[in-house]
């Protein structure tokens, strides 16, 4: 695990770092936590995470080139280590505490279009890459399950993936996917460039699946894509939030997009009403 540097602040992210692994957070959640306090450090290289005010902290936040919801991120790793600080003694006060909870605006659904899923499968120049679009669409995982799914998590016609928080659930598998995930037998199926007997980043498979979709896609739109197609087929959003992993149905409602013809269809089979001819004026 790669720790912060700064000698300000290494004795105290190791401390934090020890304090979540003690807990059972998962590497990818303290290795999230450590980036961001990396940028914190970056910001005052000169302040020890000892002396940082509320009023520095609001600063960093404030920065304009974060969305709401990276805001809010960021905002969280803060709340979390200042938290540390404070019940452990290190700090005799949680400067966060004054910090204004951020507002998120509610996402939208932003499935990807049936016709540019399609032309990115036909753009796959090997199985590989075919894989990591069909595991979006026709399983809904996120880009960390595709990159670090492994051939001990098939078994049966079923998947097993461990999402966020270390949360565990099975997925049974498109038939368009068995041949795909019975084809490789040992190991990861993207192993590292680098290293084989480790998983490829996320953010390669994040990359590689934008570059087959085109321009302006992104691999959680697969996901959403997967939400809107199973729930228009089988309209059970239990059944969705279950897939997806989701522990709020709220969050699975908001990747749920309602199609053209449905909408369509529901305008079209309203009760008629006596409406005047407008050609008898």
Do not use: C
């Amino acid at each position: 695990m790669t720790l912060i540097p700064h000698p300000h602040w290494q004795e105290q992210t190791q401390n934090f770092a020890q304090w979540l692994t003690a807990a059972g957070r998962l590497p990818s959640t303290i290795a999230n936590r450590l980036r961001w306090l990396r940028d914190l450090t970056t910001t005052y290289p000169e302040t020890s995470p000892l002396e940082l005010t509320t009023y520095e902290l609001q600063a960093w936040l404030a920065n304009p080139n974060w969305q709401p919801v990276t805001k809010k991120n960021a905002q969280a790793t803060i709340r979390s280590f200042f938290h540390y600080l404070y019940i452990t003694g290190a700090r005799k006060d949680n400067p966060t505490l004054l910090l204004l909870p951020i507002k998120v605006p509610r996402r939208v659904p932003r499935p990807v279009k049936t016709s540019v899923l399609v032309k990115g499968i036909q753009a796959s120049a090997t199985s590989e890459e075919t894989l990591m679009i069909l595991l979006g669409a026709y399983a809904g995982l996120r880009r960390s399950e595709i990159a670090s799914l492994h051939t001990q998590d098939y078994e049966d016609g079923w998947l097993t993936v461990t999402g966020k928080g270390g949360h565990t659930r099975r997925i049974p598998a498109h038939p368009a996917l068995i041949p795909y995930l019975e084809r490789k037998t040992v190991g990861y199926y993207f192993p590292g460039r680098l290293s084989p007997a480790k998983h490829r980043h996320p953010d390669n498979v994040a990359k590689t699946i934008t570059r087959l979709l085109g321009k302006g896609y992104t691999a959680h739109q697969l996901r959403h894509w997967f939400a809107t197609d199973a729930y228009a087929k089988r309209p059970s959003i239990r059944a969705v939030q279950l897939l997806l992993g989701h522990a709020n149905v709220t969050t699975t409602q908001s990747y749920i997009g309602v199609q053209d013809e449905a909408l369509s269809e529901m305008i079209a089979a309203l009760t008629a009403l006596p409406i005047p001819d407008l050609d008898a004026e």
